[in-house]
């Protein structure tokens, strides 16, 4: 799961993932997708210490596009807090709808 949150208007886009390398494509289509409907461009992006986002396509991604990347500490998710917040909030509805037909 791919959880992303802007910081000045709290907004949440969530991209639910099979494979964690569906990362990179997924981020493009978001980083094109965010440009063209709020018309402003990504400038800093916070990231766990995961490394889906510490690939060599990732950071030459960051270079090309000027993206400053910030990274929480490791286990840490006080950091993160309202996306860590928002991830266990999205997992326990989807524990609840595949409970619920039998899954």
């Known amino acids: 799961m791919l959880t992303v949150k ?3 208007s709290r907004k949440f886009w969530v991209y639910f993932l099979r494979p964690e390398n569906e990362t990179f494509p997924m981020f493009k289509k978001f980083k094109g997708h965010v440009e063209k409907h709020i018309w402003r461009k990504i400038k800093k992006l916070r990231i766990d210490s995961g490394l889906e986002f510490c690939g060599s396509d990732f950071i030459e991604f960051y270079a ?6 910030h990274k929480t500490l490791l286990r840490k ?3 993160n807090g309202v996306t860590e917040h928002i991830n266990w ?4 509805r989807a524990h609840c709808i595949l409970s619920n037909v039998n899954l």
């Open 89 to 92: 909030t999205i997992l326990g």
């Open 6 to 8: 802007d910081d000045y």
């Open 64 to 69: 090309i596009h000027g993206i400053a990347r």
């Open 77 to 79: 998710p006080q950091q």
